[in-house]
């Protein structure tokens, strides 16, 4: 086995969606907190926060093994439609709570902005899979780093990690070249679209900023 062929078996795994979706957001939270000049206890609970509606994710699955009686792996190996819908709810739990716990709070609207353009992203990937298998690692690895991309440019190298994902999909023969281009095009579509509506035409400008 060739390194590079041990390297493109690693990185969908290094690289995997819910590693992407959660350090993406970790990241946005601090991002937003160091602009606040908070003290060191807002952030701790802001991650808190964030990682106990994290935990709510898996609330959608658990329910369906109980309900169906199917072990666990058997519910979640493969590729098949439902398991990127369980993934899915489990996406919309998460945002919803986190969503609602940063307006209860006012702790910002930076971290919302990236919890909607989540969102955004999840529902054609949810709606299209029974019909079309586009590809999750693709999704989710473009929707953090062009957000945060866009919220500050310094973060554009991260726009490395998605664009190595492509042809990385392509070399282990787990989805078509379509189902992964047409995966990149349709994020990057959504996430600008939504960053756009969220700063009101200026994409150059970060969502809290726009609102104030």
Do not use: C
Not at 38 to 44: M, R
Not at 180 to 187: K, M, N, P, R, S
Not at 197 to 208: D, F, K
């Amino acid at each position: 086995m060739s390194a590079l062929d041990t390297a493109m078996r690693f990185y969908p795994y290094v690289f995997h969606p819910g590693v992407m979706v959660g350090a993406g957001a970790l990241v946005v939270i601090h991002h937003e907190w160091a602009r606040k000049d908070a003290d060191w206890s807002a952030l701790w609970r802001r991650f808190g926060a964030f990682l106990a509606a994290g935990v709510l994710s898996l609330a959608p699955t658990l329910a369906y093994v109980l309900v169906t009686g199917q072990g666990l792996y058997e519910v979640t190996k493969g590729n098949v439609w439902q398991v990127d819908a369980l993934v899915g709810v489990g996406v919309f739990v998460t945002a919803g709570a986190t969503w609602f716990v940063w307006h209860r709070y006012d702790w910002g609207s930076l971290v919302p902005g990236y919890l909607e353009a989540l969102v955004l992203v999840t529902i054609p990937y949810v709606a299209l899979s029974p019909f079309w298998n586009l590809s999750g690692h693709v999704t989710m690895a473009l929707m953090p780093t062009l957000y945060l991309t866009l919220v500050d440019r310094t973060f554009w190298p991260t726009l490395a990690i998605p664009v190595v994902m492509v042809p990385n999909r392509l070399y282990l023969n787990a989805h078509t070249p379509v189902q992964t281009v047409g995966a990149f095009l349709l994020t990057a579509v959504l996430v600008v679209g939504a960053f756009w509506m969220q700063t009101g035409g200026r994409l150059r400008t970060e969502p809290e900023s726009a609102a104030s």
